[in-house]
């Protein structure tokens, strides 16, 4: 009987590392999940920082999958009332001075986003880090006192995505993505993104301070502060709208 | 609304402001509990419930401070002027289904063309208003005062319906820089100084038929029904694709339009084709085809290029017809887009710092005239809130048999947005 059980806890264990073990994407997916919720609403402050100035921006954000978002910027009053919509491949862009909803052109999704170190496509998201990529396990090491796994995420040849590879920190307990390494085409490091401030917020600990870091350009970084979260809040595709964009505030 | 009737709702918005700027913040926000979304997912359709439990103000004011110097340097003589620009715009939340819109622009106007141009003070309140809501203020031998209320309205909106009654912008343009389906206020390139536009005296219904498709009936007061806009419009999205109909009567034509925003692979694609048939007085007005096309694209470092071409169906190249004018902008109506039969325009922007960027415009006239507006500009971004702008227009024509430069200006901005 205990040898029966002995053996049961064994296999247990070692199925379910396996399964894990091997599983590099089904990591990546649930750290995603996990971020982003099914939908959100989130409250943040982005600051682009320089060696020789900084500029702050607050926005609210709405989301639902990876497949609608819609950004409202309520800071600073120059920009206020400045709303961003996706809704799968198409992106509006609502000026509220002349009262217009102008279309954006895909080719602007690889812009910096109003000067940050940081593109359109980062921001809303238009590639998947679950489907676009192939995912292995590459190493193992401790970040911000986690256990993390480092998984390589390389583009899948059709992918609408820039990078040449990515390097993701996952911790191994709770799924928190705590370091992202970006790469060029050619193997060189673009972009860090370093994860901090694990805290509660929206009924989940995550981490609540991000920080990209363009690795070519000293001093240059976009700080990324979320003030408040809200998770599966109950909101449809058809809250991201034409509607809402002038609504929102 | 008589002039004390304008004085008083100028009055009004000034002593709001006051108690807005120097009232603290908090006191005027009453919060709402942030939870409570709408459980029913009929109810969460048009997410009605989501925006009303996460904001927090009753009331909500904005506006910016500017101030313009302009440098108009003709063949015989430099002028210099200056303008100090003020907009409010306030907004009051009056409960979840009716928000009250009241905008203001306050401008002083000091210099050479104030002192030397005979009825400058008539000349800066042109428009297309039924109401007049503006007054002149007191006025020197070079300066002058003027305000001018361009929004004010009530806006009133449940489900799927939205009615705006009062002076609203009702913007119908969809492409980038000349808009013939913009029926009421047309936008005109050369106005830089003012992207609010004037507004319509005017009622429009809408109701929202899906997250890119609504359908819309708007008209504008007016005692001469001759001067009544009086138009519907349908939008849809299909295949990726944002598109409107039009039909009704603009003024004194017939009108039927049609407009599009979409992508040809990366690059943005958008176009607007009005079609005006005069029911009156065919002497003056004939039937006219006006139709913009613009492509745009955004390269990764910043570097915009926007190509456009406008097509006048009346329009000509004959000597003898003005050109352009840059004087009667508020008056524009999307029928006088432009003189000339066809219009080409290539932008071309960039950000040599995150904040800095600059630009050049270039509008050509094909023709015997060979018309040219070249429209340079540098944008600083000195403080978060505020802009320093540089700015030049010129315009080369063909004047009395002379190819010249009709206009020279340079403009120097400060912008301070609160």
Known sequence: ?249 | MGPLGTKLLLSFLLAVSFFHLFAQKDSLESHVDPKGYANDPGQAVTGQDEINNTSSKKSQLNGYLKNMVTLNITNDSVTLDNLIHNRLNYRWFYNENLTIYLEVRNRLFAGDLVRTVPGYDDAVDLNNDYLDLSVQGPEGRSWLLQSMIDRAFLEWYTGDWEVRIGRQRINWGMNLVWNPNDLFNAYSFFDFDYEERPGSDAIRIKRYTGFASSIEVAGNIHDDFDEVVLAGMWKINKWGYDLQFLAGKAREDITIGLGWAGNLKDAGFKGEVTWFYPYTNSDRLSPTLLSSISIDYSFENSLYLQGSVLFNSVGSDAEFLDGLSFSNTGQLTARDLSPFEYSTLLQVNYAFHPLVSGGLSTIYYPGRRNALFLNPGFTFSVKPNIDLDFIGQVYFDKLAGEYQALARLIYTRVKWSF
């Open chain 1, 1 to 249: 009987m205990r040898d029966i059980l002995f053996v049961t806890t064994f296999l247990t264990a070692f199925l379910a590392g396996e399964v894990l073990g091997q599983d590099a994407r089904e990591i990546v997916r649930r750290a995603d999940e996990k971020r982003r919720g099914n939908t959100a609403r989130t409250t943040m402050t982005i600051t682009i920082i320089r060696p020789t100035w900084s500029r702050e921006m607050e926005v609210k954000t709405w989301s639902k999958d990876t497949d609608y978002s819609l950004i409202l910027i309520t800071s600073p009053a120059r920009d206020k009332g400045t709303v961003f919509l996706k809704r799968k491949k198409e992106i509006w862009n609502w000026v509220p001075s002349i009262e217009r909803n102008i279309k954006l052109p895909p080719s602007m999704m690889m812009q910096s986003w109003m000067g940050s170190d940081f593109t359109n496509d980062d921001l809303i998201k238009e590639s998947s880090i679950i489907d676009d990529y192939t995912h292995r396990f590459v190493g193992d090491s401790v970040i911000l006192g986690r256990e993390t796994h480092k998984i390589e995420l390389i583009p899948k040849p059709e992918a609408p995505v820039v990078w040449g590879k990515v390097y993701s920190w996952i911790s191994k307990e709770d799924y928190l993505e705590l370091r992202t390494e970006l790469y060029d085409e050619d193997g060189y490091l673009v972009n860090e993104v370093v994860f901090g401030d694990i805290r509660s917020l929206g009924g989940r600990m995550l981490p609540t301070k991000m920080e990209y870091i363009p690795a070519d350009q000293q001093g240059n970084k976009t700080l990324v502060e979320y003030h408040e979260v809200e998770y599966d809040i109950p909101i449809m595709a058809s809250f991201f709208s034409m509607q809402n964009m002038k609504r929102v505030k």
